[in-house]
Each structure stands twice: as structure tokens, then as C-alpha cells.
């Protein structure tokens, strides 16, 4: 049966790592539209020229170019498990996605909702900087896509909550802690 699983929240809530560990731990494909997006800027593709400013402006990729990713990839998959990540992260997008998953009759099994405090997820941010060398993990574009998330992804937390799907996730703790508390959620654990 075709299943997906949607990760909400703001930048630096941890979403990435436990999307790809959920993941790989339910058989699911991981789809995370900021991926795609910095393979197309890695390999230089045209949509990789167009979105590298908007990406390093903070700013969100407009929403035919994200959708036409999506659709792509489901399009690709015959019985698609897929967590998407990053995905919707505005009202047209999940408006998109209701219609692709009732069109394809794929079960939505939540939203997880994973938040934690705006100065922790800056300072996570800021470290990821060091680490892995982001070239949107910086102050001013960190603040940039802080404000996008407020504007345009924070309205989906209600659309989720009115259709009874939003599960809110505590993503403060430790990275096994939080991973604990999606398997609770989802009602998966083993
Ligand atoms: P992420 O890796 O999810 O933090 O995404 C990095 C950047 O890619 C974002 O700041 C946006 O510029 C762009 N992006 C990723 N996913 C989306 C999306 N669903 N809609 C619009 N822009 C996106």
C-alpha cells in the first residue's frame, strides 16, 4: 500500500537526520526537495542556476519548479513509501500534495510537526556551518530563512491540525530521544 510520511519545521529542527533514519528504518525513499535542489546547483544544471541565489538568499524556490520535482519523482515510483522532508512549505504546495496523494491513493500516515526554541536551532545552524560547509548556513541567510518559515510554512501547522494529522514532535532532546518520540507518534515502534 502506497504510504507517506511528511516532516515539518522550522531550519535546524533536526528534520533532515531523522527523515533519513525513519527512513531507511521503514523502507521508505527519503525525498527531501533541499537535496534535490543542491544536486541540481552541485552538478550545474539549469534549475541548479536558478535556485542557487534564491536558496542563498534564504528565500523559498518558487512552487511550479517544486512541485514539478515532486511530481517527478512520484511519477518514477510504482507503489511509492515516501517521507518527504522539507516538503510542502507553503499552502499551494500542500494543497498540491493533498491532491497528488488522493490522486495516487497514497495514505498519509502524519505530519510531524518537530520543533525547538528559535536560539537553538540558530546555533545549531551556525555549527552546521562549520561542519558541513552550507553555503545557507550563514547569520544573515539563517535569519532570512527563519522568516520564511514563520510567513509561509508556519499556516500548514493549522491546515495539518484541522485535518487531524499533525503529530508535534519535541525536537530539542537528543537525536535518539527525538527518534523515539516519531516511532511513538507514527505508532511504529518495534
Ligand atoms: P532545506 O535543505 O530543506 O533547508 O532547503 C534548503 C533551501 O532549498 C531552502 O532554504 C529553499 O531555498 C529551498 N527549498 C527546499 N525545499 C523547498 C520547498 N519545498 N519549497 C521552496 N523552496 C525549497
Not at 512549505?89 to 500542500?94: D, G, N, V
Not at 505530519?111 to 525547538?116: D, G, I, P, Q, S
Request: glycine share 10%; hydrophobic share 40%; net charge negative.
Amino acid at each position: 500500500m502506497a504510504e507517506a510520511v511528511i516532516f515539518l519545521g522550522p531550519p535546524g529542527a533536526g528534520k533532515g537526520t531523522q527523515a533519513k533514519r525513519l527512513a531507511s528504518e521503514m523502507g521508505f525513499k527519503q525525498l527531501s526537495t533541499g537535496d534535490i535542489l543542491r544536486s541540481h546547483v552541485a552538478r550545474g544544471t539549469e534549475l541548479g542556476k536558478l535556485a542557487k541565489p534564491i536558496m542563498d538568499a534564504g528565500k523559498l524556490v518558487p512552487d511550479e519548479i517544486i512541485l514539478g520535482l515532486i511530481g517527478a519523482e512520484l511519477a518514477a515510483m510504482p507503489d511509492p513509501k515516501v517521507i518527504f522532508d522539507g516538503f510542502p512549505r507553503t499552502l499551494a504546495q500542500a494543497e498540491a500534495l493533498d491532491r497528488l496523494l488522493q490522486e495516487q491513493h497514497i495514505r498519509l500516515l502524519g505530519v510531524l510537526l518537530v520543533t525547538a526554541p528559535e536560539d537553538e536551532l540558530v546555533r545549531r545552524l551556525l555549527g552546521r556551518a562549520l561542519e558541513e560547509g552550507r553555503s545557507d548556513d550563514n547569520e544573515e541567510t539563517i535569519r532570512a530563512r527563519m522568516t520564511e518559515y514563520r510567513q509561509k510554512t508556519q499556516p500548514l501547522v493549522d491546515y495539518y491540525k484541522k485535518t487531524g494529522s499533525l503529530k508535534e514532535i519535541n525536537g530539542l532532546g537528543k537525536v535518539d530521544e527525538v527518534y523515539q518520540a516519531i516511532q511513538e507518534a507514527l505508532g511504529v515502534r518495534a
